[in-house]
C-alpha cells in the first residue's frame, strides 16, 4: 500500500485487516473492472443507517418526516463532496486517463461515490460498529439541527413520504444501463412503484442523480394518473 493510502487510513481513524478492500474503495469503474461501485452500493445503505441514527439520537423531538428532510439534506451529493474533499479523496481516487483529464478528480458525483465506497469497504472490514463510528467522526463537523428539514424536499424524499403516508412500500430504484465513455457516464435508472403498478425512468451523471430523475419522472406520473 502506497503512502497516500497509509495516511488516508490515518485520517480515517481506521487500519484495514483486507488493504484489498481500502485500495478498491478508491478505484473508478474508468480504472479498472475492479471498482468501488459495488461498495458504493452497500456504503449508500450503512450510510442512511447510521446517520438515520444519529439523527433518532439528537433529534428526539422530530418526527419521523422531518427526520427524513434532515437526513436527505445530509447525506445529498454536495455534502459528501464536501467531506470527500477533507478526507483528501481527490488525491487518492484511481481513474482511468480519460476520466483523469477531464478532471475526474474534482467531481463531486465521483467523491461522493468514493467515500460511500470507503463506508462499505470499512463495514466488510470490521463490521457495522467500526462503519458506524465512521460516519460519526465524519459528521462530527456539521452543523444539524432542525431547521435543516425546512429546505425544500428532493424527488426521491418528495416520493417516499408520498408513499409512506400511504401506506406503501418505499420504491425500488435499478440502474438499467450505462451510456457513454468511462470518462462521461451517464446513468439510466429505473423508478419502480409495485403498488401502483407504475415505473419511471431518469437518466443521470451519477447513480444518485439518476434515481433523483427517476424519483422526479415518478412523481408526475401519480399527479397525472392517479386522485389518490
Known amino acids: ?36 461501485e459495488r461498495l458504493e452500493f452497500l456504503g449508500d ?15 428526539s423531538a422530530l418526527p419521523e418526516g422531518d427526520l427524513s428532510r434532515v437526513r436527505a439534506n445530509l447525506v445529498k451529493q454536495d455534502t459528501l463532496h464536501r467531506l470527500a474533499v477533507e478526507l483528501g479523496l481527490p488525491e487518492v481516487i484511481r481513474l482511468g486517463e480519460g476520466e483523469a483529464r477531464s478532471g475526474g478528480q474534482k467531481r463531486p458525483s465521483i467523491l461522493a461515490d468514493a467515500l460511500e465506497a470507503i463506508i462499505g469497504a470499512v463495514y466488510l472490514d470490521a463490521g457495522f460498529a467500526a462503519a458506524q463510528s465512521l460516519v460519526q467522526r465524519l459528521f462530527q463537523a456539521v452543523e444539524i439541527n432542525p431547521e435543516m428539514q425546512a429546505i425544500g424536499k428532493d424527488p426521491k424524499t418528495e416520493l417516499q413520504e408520498w408513499l409512506q403516508a400511504r401506506k406503501m412500500s418505499l420504491p425500488l430504484y435499478r440502474v438499467v444501463g450505462t451510456l457513454g465513455a468511462a470518462h462521461k457516464q451517464t446513468f439510466d435508472v429505473e423508478c419502480e412503484v409495485i403498488e401502483l403498478n407504475f415505473s419511471e ?28
Open 201 to 228: 425512468r431518469g437518466i443521470g451523471a451519477s447513480r444518485r442523480a439518476g434515481e433523483q430523475a427517476a424519483a422526479s419522472a415518478m412523481l408526475q406520473t401519480i399527479k397525472a394518473k392517479t386522485t389518490i
Open 45 to 59: 445503505s450503512v450510510l442512511n443507517l447510521a446517520v438515520a441514527d444519529l439523527l433518532f439520537q439528537r433529534l
Open 1 to 36: 500500500m502506497n503512502e497516500a493510502l497509509t495516511a488516508l487510513q490515518v485520517r480515517l481513524q481506521h487500519r484495514f485487516s483486507d488493504a484489498h478492500l481500502l485500495l478498491r474503495s478508491v478505484t473508478h469503474r474508468s480504472f479498472s473492472i475492479d471498482h468501488n
